[in-house]
T-cell receptor, first 112, second 111 residues
Framework: SQTIHQWPATLVQPVGSPLSLECTVEGTSNPNLYWYRQAAGRGLQLLFYSVGIGQISSEVPQNLSASRPQDRQFILSSKKLLLSDSGFYLC???????????FGNGTRLTVT | EDQVTQSPEALRLQEGESSSLNCSYTVSGLRGLFWYRQDPGKGPEFLFTLYSAGEEKEKERLKATLTKKESFLHITAPKPEDSATYLCAVANNNAGNMLTFGGGTRLMVKP
């Protein structure tokens, strides 16, 4: 079964600073990869998804970007963080069409 | 646009008090409806997938059912360890395994 690793687990960053969150997947190859954001007490909002290396689709206009430099590596970045970027960021992986998404344990980002 | 609405937002139960969580959805061609459990500070953990109206799935004290417009997660004789947020999500036929999530129901079971 696949395992999704995310780091760091928590992060406190000042407004205007850069961001890099990393997600790696074990136990599968050529997965579809997703970045979701969860506001406190809310559901999950899809930010980016990728069906292969270098292929990124954005669902929500924002100052965040994503990259997929390797098959099982997905990175979420920002050049300058905003207060509104605070939240719980989750990476997910999906393989076969009818398989469920599997999630990592997330990164709690607080922008101060 | 796919939409998922979960109710209630929060539910407090006494241990042993059975109840149901609701997930209403609109989707352009349902490929699957998914239930997840999420503990505080953790990622969602997969529970069930339902594919067609009338389908039911069970796991311990949980049973998920599906109609053409909604899904229910029935919790029978809950225990404190069932306390968590339960998330419902849908995938449509044109979106691969991308999911659209509802806002979740936060369940608290008191001993």
């Amino acid at each position: 079964s696949q395992t999704i690793h995310q780091w760091p687990a928590t992060l406190v960053q000042p407004v205007g600073s850069p961001l890099s969150l990393e997600c790696t997947v074990e136990g599968t190859s050529n997965p579809n990869l997703y970045w979701y954001r969860q506001a406190a007490g809310r559901g999950l909002q899809l930010l980016f998804y990728s069906v292969g290396i270098g292929q990124i689709s954005s669902e929500v206009p924002q100052n965040l970007s994503a990259s997929r430099p390797q098959d099982r590596q997905f990175i979420l970045s920002s050049k300058k963080l905003l207060l509104s970027d605070s939240g719980f960021y989750l990476c997910a992986s999906g393989t076969a069409r009818d398989s469920p998404l599997h999630f990592g344990n997330g990164t709690r980002l607080t922008v101060t | 646009e796919d939409q998922v609405t979960q109710s209630p937002e929060a539910l407090r139960l006494q241990e042993g008090e059975s109840s149901s969580l609701n997930c209403s959805y609109t989707v352009s061609g349902l490929r699957g409806l998914f239930w997840y459990r999420q503990d505080p500070g953790k990622g969602p953990e997969f529970l069930f997938t339902l594919y067609s109206a009338g389908e039911e799935k069970e796991k311990e004290r949980l049973k998920a059912t599906l109609t053409k417009k909604e899904s229910f997660l029935h919790i029978t004789a809950p225990k404190p360890e069932d306390s968590a947020t339960y998330l419902c999500a849908v995938a449509n036929n044109n979106a691969g395994n991308m999911l659209t999530f509802g806002g979740g129901t936060r369940l608290m079971v008191k001993p």
